[in-house]
């Protein structure tokens, strides 16, 4: 009976903690405070702690991840580590502008440092006599946890600073983040060994930095920014905010370049205003800027509420995630037969981008997550990803939604679903669907990147069966082209040309480009670093691979799997009629540069070809607009005038061979 109320408790907890998360990240309007929801989360930590058989991985403190854990040693800051108010609206940024002149009882402009509030996680750095000394994270804002070996290992953060009489005490704050790009690659690497993904670059940065091995973290490519000074002794006492931010990069601290002084709350607003559009273009997600009043000993007059200083405030960008509804949801078959569940929302704007179709992932999942089609849901969009459903908001149903019933048949050949595992599967190799996915794969910027060749027209080319497998791309000309709709001359020639360059590529790109399952970019590059084509085509087990650090069973299993199927070797037969190699293991600094040899060299002529066709160059035997370098031997021939006069580059035999470096040793 007992365990049935405390079952209840931590029940109404999660409920309770739910709807306050859905008022601050969805509304933006919590209705509690930081500190009274981060009682609520702590009372659920200890409960679900005490209680481990009311384990429910769907409990918001699986999802938030309470940034306290066990696993850490425990360091108490020596300056309390505020969180900053936020503003979405120019309105209450005007508003905090005119109380703060209010409260300083003046009437002038006021200076703000203005700052990219990154999305990641907040710590605490302290150097001793120039010495990295502790590291922590925020934690509650007083009580943090050491994280110091792990943030050794953050390699634009400076051990030691640069100056030749540092100060000897000197405590910064900083964010700790991941680029968008490492993020991508974290995720797909945890979606191909079967990790739930991170669902934003900020939780991959927390989980990545809490790792307890920190060879762990130093593999995650963690970045940091520092951009205030706690408390600094023994050097210069800084006077303003900008001050300070120049004394942190004079340290050889990594400082935001963003970072920009505005003379008054307009030009402030105006800065931030230009990176509605262009955070988009930056390397990692900054929600919002932040607006600090410069002026030190103003900072000062102003002091601190209970949660936040009164000299800042964080003006938010419209947020990544959004409500809408599920007007259906349908299901996709992959170029791996897997049939995933796809939610068609009512269009909605989501940082600028509409987004009308999110991913579910899994039948499982989207069980677990209970979204029925006319459900309001939010979706969320982190970086370049997929848009994906987070949740639904079960307070606004009305009774008319539909439940999704898993189907039997494959949506586009009607054969029977298998189930493997989690995943639901059309059988059929020749399933229209997964010959489209297969292309569509094939084709794209990171494979074998031949532009031209989109959605549309790959749909056209298969429904009229003018490509029935990844190497009828290689047997396509104008005629068949021309046969497709909307299909013009230029566009037709564009498409030829491209498919004409895709036939070099790297053998790495060539695995990924083949589709196996699992094996994403990540992969596809340890394979291609360890074998050879023929040595994966001789592969009895798994063994050998699962040697391979980063690759396990599943993957292992897979490839093994690919490679003994008839089929698959013929497509490899058959692409590799046309296709060929850069060696992989070589760079590809010479990528299509054109060569041209006159006059007699010390190498052999071969040797040269070889080289430069190693490192992805090409050699012609004679001269074009096109060629971007002649290299001239003993007692050249014509061509040296014609170079001349079409401006090509010429070098000496000697600059050829510094300019393709190392690669005459092996
Ligand atoms: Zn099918």
């Known amino acids: 009976m007992q365990n049935q109320n405390i079952k209840n408790e931590i029940e109404q907890l999660r409920e309770e903690i739910n709807r306050h998360n859905y008022y601050y990240y969805v509304l933006n309007q919590p209705i509690i405070s930081d500190d009274e929801y981060d009682a609520l989360i702590r009372k659920l930590i200890s409960l679900e702690a005490q209680y481990p058989q009311f384990f429910d991985e769907n409990s918001p403190t699986q999802k938030v991840g309470s940034d306290i854990s066990e696993k850490f040693e425990k360091v108490e800051h020596k ?10 609206s120019e309105k209450e940024v005007i508003e905090f502008d005119n109380r703060v002149k209010r409260n300083l009882d003046i009437n002038d402009c006021l200076a703000y440092s203005v700052e990219p509030k990154f999305d990641g996680v907040s710590v605490n750095i302290i150097y001793e006599n120039g010495k990295l000394k502790v590291a922590s994270t925020r934690g509650d804002g007083i009580i943090g946890e050491n994280i110091t070996k792990n943030i ?21 704050q900083g964010e700790v983040i991941l680029t ?6 974290i995720n797909e690497y945890r979606e191909e060994i079967g990790l739930a993904l991170f669902a934003n670059p900020r939780n991959a940065a927390a989980g990545s930095l809490k790792q307890l091995d920190p060879k762990e973290t130093a593999k995650r490519n963690l970045k940091v920014f520092v951009y205030y000074i706690r408390g600094i002794e023994a050097y210069t006492q800084p006077k303003t905010q900008t001050q300070s931010l120049q004394i942190l990069k004079e340290l050889g601290l990594p400082v935001s370049e963003l970072n920009r002084y505005c003379k008054n709350i307009q030009e402030a607003i105006a800065y931030r205003q230009t990176f509605l559009k262009a955070r988009e273009e930056l390397p990692y997600e900054i929600d919002g800027m932040v607006f600090k009043v410069d002026d030190f000993s103003l900072q000062e007059k102003l002091s601190y509420t209970s949660k936040y200083p009164k000299w800042a405030i964080a003006f938010k960008f419209p947020p990544m995630q959004s409500s809408t509804t599920v007007e259906d949801i349908i299901f996709n078959v992959g170029r791996t037969g897997i049939v995933t569940p796809v939610a068609i929302l009512k269009p909605v704007k989501i940082g600028g981008v509409t987004i009308s179709r999110a991913s579910l992932h899994t039948f499982d999942e989207l069980f677990k997550k209970d979204i029925r089609i006319g459900d309001y849901v939010f979706v969320q969009r982190a970086g370049d990803v997929i848009p994906e459903v987070v949740s639904s908001i079960p307070e606004k149903r009305n009774g008319k939604e539909k439940h999704v019933v898993k189907p039997t048949n494959c949506p586009v050949c009607s054969s029977l679903l298998q189930e493997e595992g989690a995943y639901l599967i059309c059988p059929n190799i020749d399933c229209r669907a997964r010959i489209v996915e297969s292309l569509k794969h094939f084709v794209q910027k990171n494979a074998l990147n031949i532009e031209g060749l989109g959605d549309k027209i790959i749909q056209q080319l298969v429904a009229k069966k003018i490509v029935q497998s990844v190497s009828d791309i290689y047997k396509l000309d104008k005629n068949k082209l021309l046969q497709l709709d909307r299909m013009g001359e230029k566009l037709a020639n564009k498409i030829l040309e491209n498919i004409e360059k895709s036939k070099r590529t790297t053998f790495a790109k060539f695995l990924y480009a083949l589709g196996i399952k699992h094996v994403g970019e990540f992969v596809a590059n340890k394979l291609a670093n360890n074998f050879s084509l023929e040595g994966l085509m001789e592969l009895k087990d798994e063994e050998k691979l699962m040697q391979i650090e980063g690759i396990g069973p599943e993957i292992a299993k897979s490839v093994v799997a690919f490679f003994k199927e ?12 046309n296709i060929s190699f850069i060696d992989n293991k070589k760079s590809t600094k010479l990528l299509n540069e054109t060569f041209v040899f006159t006059g007699i060299l010390g190498i052999p002529r071969s040797k040269a070809k070889e080289i430069v066709e190693n490192l992805g160059g090409v050699v012609k035997d004679s001269l074009s607009k096109d060629t971007n370098y ?13 170079a001349k006069k079409l401006g090509i580059l010429i070098i000496s035999e000697d600059e050829f061979l510094k300019l393709v470096g190392n690669e005459l040793r092996d």
Do not use: H, W
């Open 566 to 577: 008839q089929r698959n070797i013929n497509t490899i037969k058959n692409l590799l009629e």
């Open 152 to 172: 050794k290992t953050l390699k634009n953060l400076p051990l030691v600073l640069i100056v030749k009489n540092p100060p000897s005490f000197l405590d910064v």
């Open 180 to 185: 968008k790009e490492e993020f991508k690659k």
């Open 630 to 642: 002649l290299v001239v031997g003993d007692e050249p021939g014509s061509k040296l005038e014609k």
């Open 79 to 88: 300056y309390r580590m505020y969180s900053l108010e936020d503003a979405f």
